[in-house]
Structures are given as structure tokens and as C-alpha cells.
């Protein structure tokens, strides 16, 4: 197959983050609040899917001091999210609610993350903090008792680990792995619509990693259960944290061996083939019939683009 080049390539979004997490300060509380009110310290503002960003003359800055943190709220989930450069990074957790009435304050925008990366409203740089800070805080909010005997539990380590005082168990903040995957037999992959989806997208199959699988054996399963399509070679592609609201999608291409597609309608609306030709028009919006892959915040759009450029290579 001959090569196609769509250009150069896009930021994988909510990846590469500049910050050293600095585990090793987690444990203690009083070196934390230090960096916390230090002048170099800047805070990520998060409440549930709302993140707070600060209207400035030259656009939107996602960053607050702990002045202004404070000036804020008087409640808010501090979380250690690490260092960079000089400077320590925290997350602000608020109450969703009280995130979403700041709206009505006109020196604040206030949105979902999605929307920020898709629209590109703050440097890429901010978006790997921006996610740690969000799933984190999904994790607290949904793990507030104990998970062993069911008494309430207390945030330890700077926001990564919650401690039951009745049974001393400890727990970790959890993510949870996604098989996304791009099928394809020679010039055609295989990709499909959930109904869910923008009007005229479609993308890799994807699923959830189940215990005692292989991301291998997933990316098998998924494309089986979902398309009807048998799966040899998987080739690992990269990864990508997704904050919506725990997931660390791991992208793979995979070696179609079947071709008649049979398609599970509670999962998704359409499975077709595509050729390359197609795939390509699709990526750069100029397919005949306006369908289009997902935008390049997600990983999709990597996966789906290394293979038209590359074709069967991705898999050696
Ligand atoms: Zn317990």
C-alpha cells in the first residue's frame, strides 16, 4: 500500500504531562501545606465534571494562586498533584453545584474538560493536570466509606489513598483499563457508531479490560462480541488517561481474520468496513457523505491516522 500523508501530528490530549508527581512527599502533612501557600504553587479548580478557568485579557488561564483558591471557597479538597519546575501543583476540588453557580460570575468561565480539549481552551500542557485532578476526585467522591466494613473513611497522602480507622484497611485510587482498538484486513479496518456519538462519527470498537484478561484477549473479545469479528495479531499502540471519569484507554491495532460483520445492537447503532481511501477523507472532513473519525483529543483519531499511514506496518 502506498503511504498517505494527513500532515503533521496532532497533541494526544490529557498525555505527556510536564509535572513529577513526587510520591514521596505525599506522606507528609505539614511539608504539603507548605507548598501549598508557597508564592510558586498553582491549583488546578475542579468540581465534578466543571472546571473552573480564570477570564483573562488574552484568553483563559486554568491556574489560581492560594489567594485566590481561597477567596474562592471555604470548602475545598486540597490534592497533591506534584511539582514542576520550582513550583507545586495542587487540585481544588469543589462541590459540582457550587462549581457550577460560579457561571454566573463574570471574571470566570466555567466548562467540562472535554470542551477544553476539544476547543483547544488552554495550553495542552494543563490538560494532564486538569484529568489527574478530575478522576482523582470522581474516586473520593464515590469512595467515601469503606469498602471492607463500611465505616467512613479519612483522605491520607495528599489525596492519594483513604484510610478506614475502624479496620485499618488502606485504598488506592483506582483506574480503569479500556481495550480501543482498530481491526482492519488489508486496505478496509472495521469501525463503528454508538448512538451516543456526534451525528456522523465513526471509531475504533472499544471495551473495558475485565479481571483475568489480557489488554490482548480484550481487544479479541470486544471486536468479537461487538462486531462478529475474529481478531489474530494485536499489536499495543499507545495510551491515554481519560478523565470521563476513571479510564486509561490502551490503543491497539489488531489483525482482522474474519470479514462478515454481525452487530450487537446494544452496543452500537453501525459496524462497517472502510478502505484506507475513505478513512483518509473521513480524518481530514472531506468524505462524500460528511462522516467523519473523532477529533484529535482522543486517541481514536491516533490510532485510526497510524494506520492510514502506515497501513499493515502498525502491527510489526
Ligand atoms: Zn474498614
Known sequence: MSPIDLGPKPHLAYANSPLERAAERRGDDGALASLRQAGSCLHYVVGGEWVVLKKTGNGLDPVFSFSEVRALADEVQPLFLGLQGE?????????????????????????????????????PDHLPALAETKALLHWHARHRFCANCGASTNISQGGWRRDCPQCQAQHFPRTDPVAIMLAFDGDHCLLGRQARFVPNTYSCLAGFVE?????????????????????????????????????????????????????????????????????????????????????????????????VEDGARVLD
Open 87 to 123: 513550583g507545586a501543583r495542587f487540585g481544588a476540588g469543589l462541590d459540582p453545584k457550587f462549581a457550577e453557580s460560579l457561571k454566573a460570575r463574570e471574571e470566570f468561565f466555567v466548562t467540562d474538560l472535554r470542551s477544553i480539549a476539544v476547543q483547544g481552551l488552554v495550553a
Open 211 to 307: 479481571p483475568g484478561e489480557s489488554i490482548e484477549e480484550a481487544v479479541r473479545r470486544e471486536t468479537l462480541e461487538e462486531a462478529g469479528i475474529h481478531c489474530g495479531r494485536v499489536r499495543y499502540f499507545a495510551s491515554q488517561p481519560w478523565p470521563f471519569p476513571t479510564s486509561l484507554m490502551i490503543g491497539c491495532h489488531a489483525q482482522a481474520i474474519s470479514r462478515d460483520i454481525v452487530i450487537d445492537r446494544t452496543e452500537l447503532e453501525d459496524a462497517r468496513w472502510f478502505s484506507r481511501e475513505e478513512t483518509a477523507a473521513m480524518i481530514v472532513r472531506r468524505h462524500p457523505q460528511g462522516l467523519i473519525t473523532p477529533p484529535p483529543s482522543a486517541i481514536a483519531h491516533h490510532i485510526i491516522r497510524a494506520w
